[in-house]
């Protein structure tokens, strides 16, 4: 597609279920990026991949929160035993490049998580 | 440690004025700047970018900021503002080592025609 992508686009869940948020970057984006956005803040970094691989995993808050990309394309996020806390929005973001990058991420329009 | 301040949660301006969003920053090392736009229902874009070079930084829809360095600040500004600018406005700074982005809170921005 033209851009990044993301779905579910509003999810509600139980507090204690798991979610799986997917992200279809812009085909050839070597770098991508997961966001949390609380209301009214700014995104906060949750991890990095370039490729396949992960290379910053440093702001998972927790380890109910991993993260994939397998065949370095989409990539999901999941949350197991959702909490409160964990409502947000999650945002996906792409590069063209990767390791020294340009800086000019492609944003999707995020996953609005709430739980209940 | 990176970080970044946005200490307007709103600025309001008339359509037609000049506008300012301000942005202070606090880096290790040389800062690598940026400004990104929300729309409402939409995704974050990117607007412009200091990495090195000239001060004053131009990017899209007329946009410019301007870098200060003794001030640590990254200020956005447009010289005559429009209703369609009306979004919400982040700062950003990027990491050493390219990896992430520290966001501020950001700032909403309201041009009233």
């Known amino acids: 597609g033209a851009g990044v992508s993301q779905s579910p686009r509003y999810k509600v869940a139980k507090r204690g279920q798991d979610v799986a948020l997917r992200c279809d970057p812009i085909?050839?984006?070597?770098?991508l990026f997961w966001y949390q956005q609380a209301l009214g803040q700014g995104p906060e970094f949750l991890t990095y991949?370039?490729?396949?691989?992960?290379?910053?995993k440093s702001g998972l808050p927790s380890d109910r929160f991993f993260a994939e990309r397998p065949e370095g394309s989409v990539s999901t996020l999941k949350i197991q035993r959702t909490q409160q806390e964990d409502s947000a929005v999650y945002l996906c973001?792409?590069?063209?490049?990767?390791?020294?990058?340009?800086?000019?991420?492609?944003f999707g329009e995020g996953s609005r998580l709430t739980v209940l | 440690a990176q970080s970044v301040a946005q200490p307007e949660d709103q600025v309001n301006v008339a359509e037609g004025n000049p506008l300012t969003v301000k942005c202070t920053y606090s880096?290790?090392?040389?800062?690598?700047l940026f400004w990104y736009v929300q729309y409402p229902n939409r995704g974050l874009q990117f607007l412009l970018k200091?990495?090195?070079?000239?001060?004053l930084v131009k990017g899209s829809y007329g946009f410019e900021a301007e870098f200060n360095k003794s001030q640590t600040s990254f200020h956005l500004k447009k010289p005559s503002a429009l209703v369609s600018d009306s979004a919400l406005y982040f700062c950003?700074?990027?990491?050493?080592?390219?990896?992430?982005?520290?966001f501020g809170s950001g700032t909403k921005l309201n041009v009233k025609p």
């Open positions: 973001a792409g590069e063209p490049s990767g390791g020294e990058g340009t800086g000019e991420l492609f």
């Open positions: 950003a700074v990027m990491a050493y080592n390219f990896n992430k982005f520290y």
């Open positions: 880096v290790s090392g040389n800062p690598y």
């Open positions: 200091y990495i090195t070079g000239d001060n």
């Open positions: 991949f370039q490729n396949e691989a992960q290379l910053d």
């Open positions: 085909s050839g984006h070597v770098s």
